[in-house]
Structure formats: structure tokens, C-alpha cells
């Protein structure tokens, strides 16, 4: 039971981060610089982070991957609905809100059966001759 917290609160933890580190890497980008470097790097880490916590716990792993990413997928819709509103259109939020909770729930569930299926797998009496 204890685990159990401590993974919730890691996977909390990196979902609350996730948005201000977010905000901080678009407000120190100088003028100029390409942000896909900053977004891609960011989904693939959050993605890399829900495989991780759903691993230590496959059975929950929609809730660890939805406490690691549903935080930075408001954020960048909210960011995409307020500069649209202004009249500008920055994709690169929908591509971090969007592909990070999208990649998550693909890493969470592939690293999830795999784990599932090995401790299956391990259980399993041999057939032997």
C-alpha cells in the first residue's frame, strides 16, 4: 500500500513539474530558436516516465500515466486556445499537450502487458516430457 502512494505521488510529482518546466524552457528559448527540440524531448521523457511508474504498477497504469500527463495536456490546450484567441496559432502547445498524453498512455500500456506478461509467464508450471 505504501508503494503504491509513493508511485502516485512520483508520477503526481512529474506531472506538476512537467508544466513549469515547460513554461520556464519557453520563456529562456531565445528569439529564434526552434521549440520541437524542447517538445519532442519533453513528451519522450513524460513518455519514458509513465512506461517507468506503470512497470512498478501495471494493474493501475491508466491512473500513474494520467497523473504524469492530463497536467501538461491542459496546459498546452490552454496555451493553443489563448494565443488562438489573439489570433496567432502556435501548434508546438498542441503538440506537447497532445503527444505527451498520447505517448504516455502508449508507454504506460505496452511497459504494463509486458510486465503483466512476464509475471504470467513466470507462474506458469513447465511442461516438461
Known amino acids: 500500500m505504501l ?5 502516485y505521488t512520483v508520477a503526481a510529482g512529474a506531472g ?3 508544466p513549469i518546466f515547460v513554461l520556464w ?3 529562456t528559448t531565445p528569439v529564434g530558436a526552434s521549440p520541437v527540440v524542447v517538445a519532442v524531448s519533453v ?3 513524460l513518455a519514458l516516465t509513465s512506461a517507468l511508474l506503470a512497470s512498478f504498477l501495471p494493474r493501475h497504469w491508466i491512473s500513474t500515466t494520467s497523473l504524469v ?3 501538461i495536456a491542459v496546459l498546452g490546450s490552454v496555451m493553443f486556445l489563448a494565443f488562438a484567441s489573439s489570433g496567432a496559432t502556435y501548434y508546438i502547445w498542441l503538440l506537447v499537450g497532445i503527444g505527451s ?3 504516455s498512455a502508449i508507454a504506460g500500456f505496452v511497459s504494463a502487458t509486458v510486465v503483466l506478461r512476464l509475471a504470467q ?3 506458469a508450471p513447465e511442461s516438461g516430457p
Open 3 to 7: 508503494r503504491a502512494y509513493a508511485i
Open 16 to 18: 506538476i513539474f512537467a
Open 25 to 27: 524552457a519557453a520563456r
Open 43 to 45: 513528451v519522450l521523457s
Open 69 to 71: 500527463s492530463l497536467p
Open 101 to 103: 498524453l498520447v505517448s
Open 121 to 123: 509467464s513466470s507462474r
